[in-house]
């Protein structure tokens, strides 16, 4: 009964604070899912859906959405390019890491650790892409078997093969695109052509620059061949677009502008009827290039002019800047110097006004992240003060609880105490038993009240928080689960004063009877109560306390009280 009556109190306190968890769920996957459809094409905005998402997560600690919103919020930071942005992204993506760990998830900890070695690579750090993507291979090498396992390895070799290449380690670059590109070959076969992954693609292309870097022309083109015949197979006409207009640059590179052109013009036919804009005005740009080196300036005019026009069209002013220098030169070239001074203006001016516009978004985005910090702040300063609430009215239940018990005990004992004068003997070594449990109650109370104490004054983590709260439920658990035989007392006694017991028996040679003896003199029971709970005359007491003193090395003149009093503070 008396449990039941406990669980009752702890529910109904804790119930004041239940919300509806699953639709609040539904509503940061609903964040969550806008955050991916306009990350494709306005990544400012989609970071705008992440950090309200961030901010309900924290708020009721979901901890299982938390981690995958501080990994996507990386990967927008990431993208943005700046010092800041990239500081921003390693910090979100060590909090995923923590996060991930802390609730066991494997694969979201490969992600994680992933996505670190390819923001080392954005920013040089060599070393510490291979030493993360390492880790991240590691973690894969014990996962069970899962979907994506294959497409997850491609990843991984494809982004060491990218460290490689740029550390100018070209052979362990092609070795490593070579292992990517097995890998997505495993993962896409017999699937259908639109769940196909173009890992495999990327992974021969890739390898093809690898060995261009080693001199070897050949195998370079055949990795190229490979891959644009691989991605022709597909439906997917932007990427053919987006392949052709990389190659086509590629051989531009290598003085290869015949076969260029023919990569080139196929990425134009590709990306004029789509949406595609800026693919094809990079290809109108190249084909510029092509006809620039072979000095045929018409068809070098007529490919720019295109390219200008298409810019001004749909506002493409980062290549704008670009075509606008590319005119400027073919101008000069023909010798119209007037003509080639505006056009060069207008590139340093477009350029000027586009330096402006990403120190003012900057500033947005800086003055967006403040805000966000300070609600943060809010919001987990409100969580302490409601978390501390939530453990002062559970704690304070079980206190009640406790002092019910404890009056209906005294009120039992008090009424049975009016018995006849026969059983007065018995009666009376009944209330000192009780008496000797109340003390122990107070005590458990005291201790209860300290360790409120220790939560609510010190800065504890989330586990020193946990392990103090399963002390107060201990304690009160075997407070209520108390019986009334002395072998439990005891028991329970040394929950309450764990030390104090372990102190006498290290520091003594006492018996099981010393120790009893020792508990009841420091709970000041009297001589009488002591003799009659041990039913013992009071004279044989007398001889157990003076043996005691002995054991304690105590003059007669000395108090054992006053000293086990002093041995327990």
Same mark, same amino acid.
């Given at each position: ?6 669980y009752?109190?702890?529910s ?78 390693f ?16 694969t ?9 070695a ?18 991240a ?7 069970? %078997? ?48 639109e769940?196909?992954s ?9 390898m093809g ?6 001199? %070897?022309? %050949? ?13 022709k197979?597909? @439906? ?15 051989l531009?590179?290598?003085?290869e ?21 800026p ?40 290549k ?45 985005v ?14 987990? %300063? ?12 559970i ?19 008090a ?47 989330e586990?020193?928080?946990?392990t ?11 407070q ?13 006694? @040394? ?24 508990a ?9 109560e ?36 002093r041995?327990?503070?």
């Open positions: 009964m008396k449990k039941i009556l406990f009752l109190i702890l109904v306190s804790l119930s004041c604070f239940a919300q509806d968890s699953s639709t609040l769920k539904n509503q940061l996957k609903g964040l969550i899912d806008s955050s991916d459809v306009y990350y494709a094409f306005d990544k400012q905005k989609a970071n705008i859906f992440l950090q309200k998402a961030l901010v309900q997560a924290e708020q009721n600690n979901l901890i299982n959405l938390l981690a995958p919103i501080h990994k996507k919020i990386a990967v927008v930071y990431s993208n943005y390019g700046s010092r800041e942005d990239i500081d921003k992204s910090y979100h993506n060590t909090t995923a890491l923590e996060l991930y760990r802390r609730i066991g998830d494997s979201g900890v490969f992600q994680v650790l992933s996505n670190s390819n923001l080392y690579n954005q920013q040089g750090d060599y070393n510490q892409a291979i030493r993360y993507n390492r880790w291979r590691d973690v894969l090498d014990v996962l069970a %078997e899962y979907d994506e396992l294959n497409l997850d390895k491609s990843a991984s070799y494809a982004t060491a093969a990218f460290t490689y290449h740029n550390l100018k380690l070209y052979d362990s670059a092609v070795i490593n695109y070579k292992k990517a590109y097995d890998y997505a070959q495993r993962y896409n076969l017999d699937k259908p052509i769940k196909k173009n890992f495999e693609v990327y992974s021969l292309a890739n620059q690898s060995y261009l870097r080693l001199g %070897e022309r %050949e195998q370079a083109y055949i990795a190229f061949s490979e891959s644009y015949s691989a991605i197979k597909t @439906n997917d006409s932007l990427g053919i677009a987006q392949l052709a207009n990389f190659f086509g640059g590629l531009l590179k290598e003085e502008e015949q076969k260029a052109i023919t990569y080139i013009k196929e990425a134009l036919n590709l990306s004029k009827n789509s949406s595609a804009y693919i094809h005005m990079a290809s109108l740009i190249k084909m510029t290039q092509v006809y620039m080196k072979g000095d045929i300036s018409d068809s070098s005019s007529f490919y720019i002019d295109k390219a200008i026009e298409l810019g001004l069209e749909k506002s493409l002013s980062g704008l800047a670009f075509a606008y220098e590319l005119k400027a030169k073919i101008l000069e070239k023909k010798g119209d110097s007037v003509s080639s001074l505006h056009y060069y203006r207008l590139a340093d001016k477009l350029e000027d006004s586009l330096n402006l516009v990403k120190n003012a978004n900057d500033a947005l800086s003055m967006a992240n403040e805000e966000v910090k300070e609600k943060q702040k809010i919001i987990a %300063e409100n969580s302490v003060e409601r978390e501390w609430f939530m453990f002062a009215v704690v304070l239940s079980v206190i009640t609880l406790g002092l019910v018990v404890l009056l209906g005990k005294r009120y039992y004992h009424k049975q105490n009016k018995v006849a004068e026969s059983t007065h003997t018995i009666k009376h070594r009944v209330l000192v038993t009780e008496n000797a449990r109340t003390a122990i109650q107070a005590d458990t109370l005291t201790e209860i009240n300290r360790l409120v104490d220790l939560l609510i004054k010190n800065n504890l983590s586990e020193e928080r946990s103090q709260i399963n002390k107060i439920r201990d304690l009160t658990r075997h209520i689960e108390l019986e009334d035989n002395w072998e439990q007392f005891f028991v329970h006694f @040394n929950k309450v004063h764990p030390q104090y017991m372990n102190k006498l028996s290290r520091t003594y040679d006492l018996s099981t009877s010393d120790l009893k003896l020792c009841f003199i420091i709970m000041n029971l009297t001589n009488k002591i003799a009659q709970i041990l039913n013992i005359t009071p004279a044989s007491l007398h001889v157990m306390v003076h043996r005691l003193k002995k054991k304690f090395d105590l003059p007669k003149n000395k108090n054992v009280y006053q000293f086990l009093k041995l327990a503070n």
